[in-house]
């Protein structure tokens, strides 16, 4: 799977929106941008995942930039129980996900 | 309908006894991973197998790892003769098909190795 780059950290404040970069300059035109999460003691979970246009679910919504090489997931309302590592993986032709640090996300009360 | 299951949750070994891991997919899913997460680190890839057969071992150690995936029954991680850097948390992933960019992996809770 191609590189990708994510902060470290980000915190937010309970109901607020988060916004989570992650920039994948690398980015192949067949490679899909997965995001998972993995809350503490958990396995990770899928979050959402797109290609070129921007997508919605009940967890999160992604957004892709124009020329792919950078997407924002989108926590509409931050809750106490988002707060987990996120991951950003581009997924190429490839059967195994990559995953690199992550953004670790941190919910204030 | 019962997402992975993955058991035992904790396991504590001595060093030099065998560990064995279980990995019940999710009902459907022919694929299974398996990944690593040693203390404040990543998740690592370790391998993935379809029923019967490894179709790439490449992220496991050589020596003393070992994995399968019967017909019948569960993915077995078998860790024989524990060390201590064997200590950590090990996750079983399933998919329905393998290979694709579109696909979705579904994870277990993990098993906690601590090796003594």
């Known amino acids: 799977d191609a590189k990708t780059t994510q902060p470290n950290s980000m915190e937010s404040n309970e109901e607020e929106p988060v916004h989570l970069p992650c920039n994948h300059s690398?980015?192949?035109?067949?490679?899909?941008i997965h995001w998972y999460r993995q809350l503490p003691s958990q396995g990770p979970e899928y979050v959402i995942h797109g290609l070129t246009s921007n997508v919605n679910n009940r967890m999160a919504s992604l957004a892709i930039a124009e020329d792919r090489k950078s997407s924002t997931l989108i926590l509409h309302r931050a809750t106490l129980r988002d707060a987990a590592v996120y991951y950003c993986i581009l997924r190429s032709n490839d059967y195994k996900l990559s995953f690199g640090a992550g953004t670790t996300v941190t919910v204030r009360a | 309908n019962a997402g992975v299951m993955q058991n035992p949750r904790h396991l504590v070994r001595r060093r030099g006894q065998e560990a064995r891991l279980r990995c019940s997919p999710m009902k459907g899913h022919s694929h299974v991973y398996w990944y690593r997460q040693l203390p404040e680190e990543g998740l690592k890839f370790m391998v993935y197998l379809q029923k019967e057969n490894i179709i790439d071992e490449s992220g496991m150690p050589k020596e003393r790892f070992s994995a399968e995936f019967p017909k019948e029954g569960p993915s077995i991680l078998r860790i024989q003769q524990v060390v201590r850097g064997d200590s950590a948390a090990y996750f079983c992933?399933?998919?329905?098909?393998?290979?694709?960019?579109?696909?979705?992996?579904?994870f277990g809770s993990g098993t906690q190795l601590s090796v003594l």
């Open positions: 690398t980015i192949s035109g067949t490679d899909y």
């Open positions: 992933a399933s998919s329905y098909g393998g290979g694709t960019t579109n696909e979705k992996l579904f």
